[in-house]
Each structure stands twice: as C-alpha cells, then as structure tokens.
C-alpha cells in the first residue's frame, strides 16, 4: 500500500499524456547539452517516474534517447546521472537505437551500469554472451587505478541466471580462482579512513583489527560477519562474493556428480580416515571448483560459530540470522555436488540445531535445515522428524502473521512434493489446519501456493473437516487477528487494523464458555471431526468488515474449485453423500462477510450438480435429507442459487433410469413438498424480511414437478391444473408488482411448454426421462439416429396440438 504521497505522484505521472511527455523530453534534452546540474537530476528523476509508473512503455524522443545513452557514458559524469540515465533505458527496453556497448565504458562502475542496460534488451544479439565475455577481459586483466571489481559481480550473477552455458571451461576456472582469494584471504584489518582536507596530516594511525559482531578482536579470517569502521576493498570483494557464491556453485556444480569416486569419499568420510581425508582435501593441489568447495565449507563454518555469539548491535543481530540461513543453503548445495562433505557438515549443523529451541529468532533457519534433511536425511542416517515437527506445528501457531515465512514454508512444501515420504505426507496432511493460519492471514498471495498444495493435503480421512475449514476460512482470520491483539504486548508494532475497535469480540475470546470452539479454529492438527461454529458466527460479526477477513473471503472460491478438482479424483460413492449432506447442512451457516456467501453457494450449487452427474443415485439415498431441507422456505431467500440447482437434481435424478430403488411413493413425497413451495413462493408477497423469489427457481419447480408428474402419471392433473394458473401470472393487477414483465413472461412461456407436453404423457415421459444414451454427441449430430426422430415427430405432434398445422 503506497502512502498517499507517493500514491498520489503515481497517479500524476500516469496521467500525463504524449504531448505533455515530448514537450519534457525537449526540456531534459536541452538540460543534458549544457553542463548538467541539480537541474538535470531533478528531471530525469520525474522523467524516471513518469516511464516507470505505467505497465506499458513509453515512447520518448530519439534525441533524449541518444543523449541519455551519451550522459552514461561520460567519462567524468556524476555518478547519480549516470545511475539515473542507466535506470532510465531499462524502462524503455527493449529499445531499437540503442547503441551501448561495453566498450565505451571507462571504468568498472560504468561498465556495471552499461551492462545493466544492455541485459535488459532481451538478448535479441546476443548481448548476454557479449557483456559476459566483456567482464571476463577485465577480471583477467589489472582494473584501472581507482577501478574495483565489485562492481561487475552483481552484474555476473545476472548472467548467469540469463545464460547458464554462456562461460568456457578456462573462464569457470578463473573465477573459481578468484572467488578463493575473495573468501578466504581478505585483509584481516581495518580499512583507511578517506584523508583529506586542511587539517590532514601525512602521519596517520595504523589501522586496528577487525572485530566480531560481541566486540571481541576477530581471531580467524575475514567474513560478511565481522565489523570495522572502515573496509578495505578486498573486503567488499568478501562480502561481494559472499553473496553471489551459491549462484556460482549452483551453476558450475561438480565436474562429475555421480561419479564412483564422489561415492567413494562418501565412504571414507563415514570411516576413520575422515580427519585425514579433510586434511588432504584442503589442501592448494586441488582443481578450482573442489578448491572454492572447500574454501566455502570453511566459510559457511565460521559463520555458523559467529552466529553464536551475542550481538552488540541490533543490525548485527539480524544479519547474523540471515547469514546463518544463507550458511545452511550454502552447505545444502555443497553436500548435493560433494557427498564427502556430509558428515563434517552434520556436526556443524548440531549447534544450529541446539539454538532453535533458546533463541525464538532464529525460526528462519527451519525451512532451510528442513530441506538439507530432505536431501541428505536418508544418507546421513539422522532423524529429522524433530525439524519437521517444528516446522509444522509451532511455527505456523507462532509465526504465522510473518508473510516471509508463510512463503518460504508453503515453496518448501509445493517444491519438494515429489521429494516427501510416506511419513512425511501423512504429517503434512495431518497438520493442514496449522497450514490454512498462513492462509487466512496471507491470503492473496499464497492462494496460488495453496491450490498447487491441495492436493497433497487430501484424502477420504481430511476431506470433510477440510472442506469446513475452507468455509470457515474467513471466521479463521478473525480469531487470528483477535488472538494477536489478546498477547501482542503495547510496545509492539501491532499487526492488526488498528482503526477497528471491537471490545465485545475480544471479551468473546477470552470467555472460558467459549474457550473451546476458539481452540478448534486455532488447532494445530486435524481432529477428524467438525464443530458448528454457528454461535462464534455471531460473535465474530463485528469484524466481518475488517479488510483482512473480506480478502480472505475473496479467495476461498478459488480455493474451493481446487478442493473439488482434487476431491472428485479419488471420491468413492460414502464421500461423495458426507460432502452432499455438508452442502445442505453449510449452505445456510456461513460467516456473513459482504458478498461471501453468494459467491459460495455459486460454487456449492455448480458442484452438487458434479456429485450427482458423478453419482445418479445420489438423490435417492438422500431423499430423507433432501426433503427437509426443501421444507425451509429460507433457504430459498438465503441461498437461491443452490435452492435451484437441488430442485433442479431432484427432477433429473430421480427416477428408475438413475437407481433402481426409487419407489413411487418418494417421488409422490418429492412431489408434495416441491408442490407446497412453489405455491408458498408464488402467492406469498414479497417483504423486506422475505423478498421475492427469484424466477429462475420457479421455472425450476414448475419444471421439476412436470418431470416427476412425467413418472407417475396419476399427478399429472395436479401439476397441470398449478401450471394453467402459473400461464396467468402478472396478468392481473394484483400480481403485476411481484414480477417484472420480462420475468413474468418467461414463467408464463414456461409453464405453456410445460402444459403442452403433459397433454401427451408418454411423449413427456420420453422427453424428461431420456436414457443415458441420449446424452452421447452422435445422437444429435447423426439424423439417422432416434434421438433427432424423435425430437421432429415430438415437434409435429405439439404443433398439431395447438392447431399451426392442420390434421
């Protein structure tokens, strides 16, 4: 959410129009000609948000273009010109005149900047391989005076991401080289300050030694770790280098992965020669690549043991957290390329995992052990379930208003499915209600993670309680948000709407009477049982305004859809009538959030209707709870769109075409109650507290009851003396406000259709009772087939009837 401010700007530069944008383009033009100054930054900022605020590129002067590509390359141009200008022609990629090249750039700063523009193109002439080779030339060769190589490293890493196979052998080799020396030889002391000025001397202190993130005079070599006021440069190569390092081992990988002698030092690692392996493996005679691995293994060490010590400054603190995560993967991808490091990396991991238990914060590291236990924990024999307890159960109770960890658990989840064992899915699918707490408070963008996730989660022992969990999503966020107001302490940043004040539901949950329905929302594994939530429905209303509940509710459609996608794949015929009868029983019990409930009982009523297309027989057995929840004309008012699509299964499925066992005695009491309702919605007038009933569900009713009339003849009078009244509806005064003409009509068509073909009972039988056959594409395409004889002697013998051709 952008401050009103900056949202504001925003707005303005997306306004403005062609015309207004040449006629500054000229002004910028005129500006960079002459000698630029806070003028010309001060314009090219505006230009920057005006060609970056819009989705669609913007088309500027060939004249501002070509000088903003001059401007760049200047050997004595500001460097904030330069960024600007650079960050300029990367909005307007891919560009026709561009014409950079790596070769005007004077110094490695600027060729950084070059190089940034020329990535951005798309690789249309082969500019990646050319701005790659570039950068080789010069780490082969002495910089300039004044010149550092960090500069050219981020841009490296995009290379390599863009074109993996774009490096020779010699060229892996050589930066392999150079990453050692970055990593493991930086200067042990402290940088220079910058000297300067009237009251400069020549004599100056000699630099002291860098320290440990505890103050302590650091002991080992140089890491991203250890502090100093001033850094030399090889230092910032350090952290440089740091930083691109699993790129680098990601893409070079091991020279021969699963060659027998990878597997041998596995062996011996396990052996008692491993002490002497490592030594020998460390040593300078080893080729680049196995070189940087061990070099990398020796860094990811240290860290790992800075990490334990006691930060003096807060910054330091969260760096140590987010090197030990970045340690964890940088051992996790050296292990997959060098088996042998396996066992000397499980001693290390040790004390990570010792300090999950004292240190709250360093719950990051979880996905990252998770994963290198994925990968490794069946060859180093080691018992992972305590990492995937945690990760499972307390972090998501805990953490889960943290979206950085909701995403990093949910990528950990849909990326390794493959991956996971049988053990391991029956814990993930136990632990599903834990998983939806980063749902309900992350919903919009975990929905996608979620619907890859779903079916892994599913089977016929969840599919019940998670399909009331879906529903009941959006009270799920609201105990949530009450629960973090309940413990969060005021010197906290509160995580909550803060402008929503709702004293009565926070009395709600700390009631002990409603204590346990609270605890079922908030369980950590599934139960195998449902609880009716109706009363916390009612408690929670207040907050069904809260921004952060309507937008889990604008998910849970699309989450429902997955959850039937996957469901109907392994359903049997016992799991397709629960989630009938959850239908019924969750279709009037439904937190009421604006819009939700309509946009629910949309899918509800689409998917009844695929349960029972699945399973014909499915009205049948459930006739008993069908009729009951016919007998509830609130229902009708409340969720139409599901009322409509139940009258319409009942007249389409029962019958003996279906299931053998419907008797004429259920379809009289079908009949009956459907009789009973649509006179009851037909006659009543409407009212604020019950509204007219919709006319797609009376032309439903009308045509249900036909159909069954259709099947037992005896109430065909009954059906046609309602039907010949229905033919006269909004005709009279009386009637005329219920409906408008247009729907008074179509019931009025409706109904004549209906009446003609109950005057010839078995063409009606044949028409509403059609064998599954009919439903084949070729008995409608093939007009030698019956179904389309049919259809015409049908047509003929109607129109006979009402007299359009003669006799």
Not at 18 to 29: A, G, I, P
Not at 69 to 89: F, G, R, Y
Not at 645 to 668: F, H, K, M, P
């Amino acid at each position: 959410m952008w401050p009103a401010g900056a949202e504001s700007l925003i707005l303005q530069a997306r306004g403005i129009q062609d015309e207004e944008l040449q006629r500054f383009c000229f002004r910028v033009s005129k500006l960079l000609q002459e000698d630029p100054g806070p003028a010309a930054v001060d314009a090219l900022q505006r230009l920057f948000l005006i060609v970056s605020a819009t989705k669609y590129p913007r088309r500027l002067e060939k004249t501002c273009v070509d000088l903003l590509q001059t401007t760049l390359c200047l050997p004595m141009c500001p460097e904030q010109l330069q960024v600007l200008c650079a960050a300029i022609l990367r909005e307007m990629s891919p560009l026709d005149s561009l014409a950079l090249s790596c070769d005007r750039a004077q110094n490695t700063q600027q060729l950084s900047l070059v190089a940034s523009v020329l990535l951005a193109q798309g690789d249309r002439r082969e500019e990646v391989r050319s701005v790659g080779q570039h950068i080789f030339t010069v780490l082969e060769s002495r910089p300039p005076e004044g010149s550092s190589l960090r500069h050219l490293l981020p841009v490296l890493s995009k290379v390599l991401s863009l074109a993996p196979g774009a490096l020779q052998e010699d060229q892996t080799n050589l930066l392999s080289k150079r990453l050692v020396d970055w990593l493991r030889y930086a200067s042990v002391q402290q940088g220079l300050p910058h000297s300067g000025g009237f009251f400069s001397t020549p004599r100056t202190r000699q630099p002291g030694p860098i320290t440990e993130v505890d103050g302590a005079v650091a002991s080992d070599f140089f890491t991203v770790l250890c502090t100093c006021q001033h850094f030399t440069e090889d230092q910032w190569l350090n952290v440089h280098a740091f930083s691109m390092l699993r790129a680098w081992l990601s893409h070079s990988g091991p020279e021969h992965p699963s060659s027998p002698e990878a597997d041998d030092k596995s062996e011996l690692e396990g052996s008692t020669l491993s002490v002497l392996s490592a030594a020998s493996m460390a040593s300078h005679l080893l080729p680049p690549r196995e070189r940087l691995r061990e070099v990398a293994f020796e860094y990811c060490q240290r860290l790992i043991e800075q990490s334990n010590r006691r930060a003096l400054r807060k910054g330091d603190s969260d760096l140590q957290k987010a090197c030990l995560v970045e340690a964890v993967l940088l051992l996790d991808v050296l292990c997959l390329q060098d088996p042998s490091l396996l066992y000397r990396t499980l001693s290390c991991l040790k004390a990570v995992l010792a300090r999950l238990g004292a240190d709250p914060g360093s719950v990051r590291v979880l996905v990252p052990l998770a994963q290198f236990f994925l990968n490794h924990g069946e060859a180093a024999a080691v018992d992972s379930d305590t990492v995937y307890q945690h990760l499972l159960t307390r972090l998501p109770s805990e953490h889960f208003h943290s979206p950085v960890l909701a995403v990093e658990v949910l990528r950990f989840c849909t990326s390794n499915l493959a991956l996971f064992d049988s053990h391991f899915l029956r814990l993930l699918k136990s632990c599903f209600p834990n998983l939806f707490k980063f749902l309900a408070w992350n919903s919009p963008p975990l929905t996608a993670e979620f619907v890859t996730l779903l079916p892994a989660l599913l089977d016929v022992g969840t599919a019940v309680e998670m399909l009331h969990t879906l529903l009941d999503l959006p009270c799920l966020t609201a105990t949530l948000d009450l629960q973090l107001r309940s413990s969060q302490t005021p010197s906290e940043r509160p995580l909550w709407d803060v402008s929503l004040r709702i004293p009565s539901c926070l009395e709600a949950f700390r009631d002990p009477h409603f204590q346990d329905l609270f605890q079922y929302l908030l369980r950590t594994k599934a139960r195998g049982s449902a609880e009716r939530l109706t009363s916390l429905h009612q408690l929670l209303q207040p907050m069904a305004s809260c921004a952060r509940v309507a937008q889990c509710a604008e998910a849970v459609p699309t989450l429902l859809h997955a959850f039937f996608s996957a469901v109907t794949q392994f359903a049997d015929g016992a799991l397709i009538n629960q989630l009938a009868l959850l239908f019924l029983e969750r279709s009037d019990s439904l937190f009421q959030v604006p819009q939700y409930e309509a946009r629910v009982h949309r899918v509800l009523s689409a998917q009844f209707l695929a349960l029972c297309k699945q399973k014909p027989s499915l009205v049948v057995e459930l006739s008993r709870e069908l009729l009951e929840f016919m007998g509830s004309v609130s229902g009708v008012h409340s969720g139409a769109s599901m009322f409509t699509c139940v009258v319409w299964a009942i007249g389409e499925y029962l019958s003996v075409t279906c299931d053998r066992r419907c008797t004429v005695e259920q379809i009289n009491k079908f009949f009956e109650a459907l009789e009973a309702l649509l006179f009851e919605v037909t006659q009543s007038r409407p009212s604020a507290n019950l509204p007219r009933c919709p006319p797609q569900l009376v032309t439903a009713l009308m045509t249900t009851l036909t159909k069954l009339a259709s099947r037992s003849q005896d109430l065909i009078p009954r059906v046609s003396l309602f039907l010949s009244k229905l033919r006269t509806l909004g005709q009279s005064p009386a009637a005329s406000p219920v409906y408008s003409e247009e729907d008074a009509g179509a019931i009025r068509s409706r109904a004549t259709e209906l009446l003609t073909l109950l005057r010839m009972p078995s063409v009606a039988q044949f028409v509403f009772t059609s064998s599954a056959d009919m439903c084949q594409p070729r008995y409608h395409r093939d007009t030698n087939t019956a179904l389309p004889l049919a259809l015409r002697m049908v047509s003929q013998l109607v129109e006979k009837e009402d007299g359009v051709l003669p006799s």
